[in-house]
């Protein structure tokens, strides 16, 4: 059974930082790409963050470039997002997923953030 358990938003300041984390279980975890997706109200699903399976490469959208970084852990099965420098516009709820060669149709709760003063 795949489980994705996503954790550490809240409410944050613009200027702020927060530290994501994702626990994957029902996987061979370390084989897989991994992602970090958010939604806000109204929009559509956007990838905001991938690293591959060793932990080598990452990238980014434009939009959070400089100021996340995705970081994993393959003897804990987690990944994490780091966000700094926090603004409005990164008010959403935050999802992580894996790939092989794709996304995963498969969700978990994802984690609120809300940055607002």
């Known amino acids: 059974q795949v489980r994705l358990v996503e954790s550490g938003g809240g409410l944050v300041q613009p200027g702020g930082s927060l530290r994501l984390s994702c626990a994957a279980s029902g996987i061979s975890f370390y084989l897989y790409r991994m992602g970090w997706f958010r939604q806000a109200p109204g929009k559509e699903r956007e990838l905001v963050a991938t690293i591959t399976s060793s932990g080598v490469t990452t990238n980014y959208t434009d939009s959070v470039k400089g100021r996340f970084t995705i970081s994993r852990d393959n003897a804990k099965n987690t990944v994490s997002l780091q966000m700094i420098s926090l603004k409005p516009e990164d008010t959403a709820v935050y999802y992580c997923?894996?790939?092989?060669?794709?996304?995963?149709?498969?969700w978990g709760q994802g984690t609120q953030v809300t940055v607002s003063s």
């Open positions: 997923n894996y790939a092989l060669t794709g996304w995963s149709a498969y």
